[in-house]
């Protein structure tokens, strides 16, 4: 991601190249071509392949286990979807979590890639610290945090109503809707904090130290230096983090089904499509969910790309 | 075994419990039938999970796996798979007269016995004998309205001592476990089947009402979390001592009475209350044996399901693991009523099936939209309009 080095390039016309038909040229445009071949097939096989048939089971009226002939069915199952409440509610829970865990990941994964990032004692053993939550298996860590949010015998509930009286009662997190979408935010925040720290570091250690003396020498004080040289220094790698963390958040569902289960009011996308395939049964309906879910997620790539895109030029 | 003699030699594929005891018993079976019959059995313990083991099912089905002979499958899947399974009517049929019909019937979809009674778990009340002794209550409650007060009663005392004690816990979280207490709610108060006759019937009034009186339990005699509650979450909140009352599965109670149990000699079990002059009703678990369509040996297939499922061996399972029988003259015999104390108790209230054999390939969209609406209910929306919802969404899917 480094950005940097060809800004100077720019300046030359686009007209500036001409197309060279040397043998040479050519036999190494074909060589490089067979080399790629095996990479290019694999992507086809565990790629392609899938969502071609995915695409195309979409069309169809296909049930798992059911020996009802599989009918064509065109655009029903995308006709459905458009008027599918239950639908259109989980792209709104994906959404507003995606942005909350997005948002609070990149604050306190800037802070804490910021902290580890100076010079002080223990901070290899702070580093290593840092990504337990991100090395605990998903489910494990949901299954804890329920106990954890356990409206009667749950650790927040004694420390907050019994130990500070800081609530006068017990509050059931995870069952109250007025909560549950915090308290699993809260749980993905924990968990994926790390991920976006380590991202954030990799980004911090690639700075020039000798600008921050340059600054020094003159004046700039800790809050300019952070704004006018770490951040937009820091930009591809935050946009890189950015992107990583929204498309996992967009497809988020392990976290939710261990704490939730089926419950409507907090069905992500992922989750409702998992329940349509495997509980239903029902291969075209699920397949076209799958569908719109990844063109969903393409819209989120897309205009992450132009947005990065317009800024850099 | 005679019949089983022409088989020998043959080998079958079962896929029966999840490791553990359940396991134990189905290769102790196995190893025993083959010492009978001759006929070789290799025993794959099924995932866990139920969504699982159905999920793989439905993978050698839509393959037409020949690697499949016998399957242990839910009591809420012969309609759903039943187009992959094989007819036992023809020789199992007679076998069936002593099973319990509720069960049979649930295993008999349009006609055709697709399944045989494995063994069978209902929904029981389990109550503190402690403290309903404490609280000069005389009788474990037989309506749901005395178990709202006696539950509103004990609550009000224990809370000064304890903060967190929950007069009355069940299995309220968004899952099929879910469908089992609501359907046991309605059907004991007049409340209706869910889908009866091929209709959807959770929008009416005594359901609404029902339903309604659930919700505002949740957060005064239940706890608030109720709604996030599976069985295991029920079971913790009554083994520690924090509820007065608990709806579950039978398994609950050998662990309460276990030794390490702080509940252990402090509680007893009854049937399941019910609506005023209305019969007491516990919801139909446990789990069925089948065979599969695509197997290459049927007629052994078919042989070792009625060795599993025949009085002898259901006495077996009964004393050695507690599973409970299908059988009335298992259970009504001492040997399985001294393992299983609670089948003296509650052994005789009436079985509901969920309407799975009903709705069969959809049923398990139904539950979901059943018991998605019942769990939106409980967490604070309005019954009647949710049930117009619920009953709507499920008409539209039976056509």
């Known amino acids: 991601m480094s950005v940097e080095a060809p800004a100077q390039a720019q300046p030359v016309p686009p007209v500036a190249l001409p197309t060279v038909h040397s043998e040479l040229v050519r036999r190494q445009t074909r060589l490089a071509w067979w080399l790629l071949v095996p990479s290019l097939l694999v992507v086809a096989l565990v790629a392609l392949v899938p969502l071609g048939q995915t695409i195309l089971a979409s069309f169809t009226n296909e049930r798992l286990a059911s020996n009802r002939p599989v009918q064509f069915v065109g655009l029903k199952n995308y006709a459905a979807l458009l008027t599918d409440d239950a639908f259109l509610h989980s792209i709104y829970v994906t959404v507003l979590f995606a942005v909350l865990t997005v948002i609070f990941e990149l604050i306190l994964g800037l802070g804490i890639a910021l902290v580890v990032n100076s010079n002080f004692k223990g901070r290899g053993a702070m580093r290593a610290a840092m990504l337990v939550p991100w090395a605990i298996p998903t489910v494990v860590a949901a299954q804890m945090w329920r106990f954890m949010y356990h409206d009667v015998y749950g650790v927040f509930n004694d420390f907050l109503v019994q130990r500070v009286h800081l609530l006068p009662q017990n509050v059931a997190w995870i069952a109250d809707p007025a909560t549950s979408l915090f308290a699993v935010a809260a749980i993905d925040i924990w968990k994926t904090t790390p991920f976006m720290a380590l991202l954030l570091l990799a980004g911090l250690q690639v700075i020039p130290t000798d600008i921050y003396e340059a600054a020094d020498v003159d004046g700039a004080n800790p809050f300019q230096q952070f704004m006018s040289l770490t951040l937009p220094l820091l930009r591809p790698a935050i946009v890189v983090a950015l992107i990583f963390r929204t498309l996992d958040a967009l497809r988020v569902f392990d976290v939710f089904y261990v704490i939730f289960g089926n419950r409507a009011d907090t069905q992500t996308m992922a989750i409702y499509a998992q329940q349509t395939i495997v509980a239903f049964s029902d291969m075209g309906y699920g397949s076209a969910i799958s569908v719109a879910i990844f063109l969903i997620i393409g819209i989120f790539v897309i205009a992450y790309v132009t947005i990065f895109k317009v800024e850099q030029s | ?399």
Request: glycine letters at 10%; one cysteine or more; hydrophobic letters at 35%.
């Open chain 2, 1 to 399: 075994m005679a019949s089983a003699k022409p088989y020998a030699g043959a080998t079958i594929v079962y896929y029966g419990d999840g490791v553990g005891q359940g396991n134990d018993l189905d290769k102790a079976a196995a190893t025993q039938f083959q010492k009978d019959t001759g006929i070789n059995v290799t025993v794959v313990p099924r995932p866990q999970s139920s969504t699982d083991t159905f999920s793989q099912y439905q993978r050698f089905f839509q393959g037409q796996s020949p690697d499949l002979d016998v399957l242990m499958i839910d009591v809420i899947w012969p309609g759903q798979l039943a187009s992959n399974l094989i007819d036992l009517g023809p020789k199992l049929g007679d076998a069936t007269q002593q099973h319990y019909p509720g069960i049979v019937a649930n295993d008999t979809i349009n006609g055709t016995l697709v399944a045989m009674p494995f063994f069978s778990d209902f929904g029981i009340l389990y109550y503190r004998s402690d403290l309903l002794q404490k609280y000069n209550i005389s009788a474990p409650p037989t309506t749901w309205d005395e178990l709202g007060q006696q539950a509103t009663t004990i609550v009000n005392g224990e809370k000064g001592s304890n903060p967190t004690f929950g007069g009355f816990v069940f299995q309220g979280s968004a899952y099929e476990g879910l469908t089992c207490n609501a359907l046991e709610w309605l059907a004991s108060t007049g409340g209706g089947m869910i889908v009866e006759d091929g209709k959807a019937t959770v929008n009416n009034p005594q359901a609404v009402a029902t339903l309604n009186m659930m919700k505002g339990w949740v957060g005064t005699v239940a706890p608030r979390g109720v709604t996030t509650y599976q069985e295991e979450d029920a079971r913790n909140v009554f083994q520690t001592g924090n509820a007065a009352f608990m709806r579950n599965w039978p398994y609950a109670y050998a662990l309460g009475a276990a030794n390490e149990s702080p509940v252990k000699g402090k509680f007893d079990v009854a049937p399941l209350p019910a609506g005023s002059g209305q019969q007491p009703v516990g919801c139909i678990g446990g789990w069925a044996l089948a065979a599969s369509k695509y197997s290459k040996n049927p007629d052994a297939s078919i042989e070792f399901i009625r060795y599993l499922t025949s009085p002898e061996f259901q006495t077996f399972r009964g004393v050695v693991g507690g599973y409970v029988p299908t059988i009335q003259s298992v259970a009504d015999n001492p040997t399985v009523q001294q393992a299983q104390p609670y089948l003296a108790k509650v052994g005789n209230v009436t079985r509901v099936a969920r309407p799975s054999a009903e709705t069969g390939e959809n049923y398990n969209q139904v539950s979901t939209i059943f018991f998605q609406g019942v769990n939106n209910v409980l967490n604070g929306q309005d019954a009647s309009s949710v049930m117009s919802s619920t009953q709507s969404q499920i008409s539209r899917l039976l056509g």
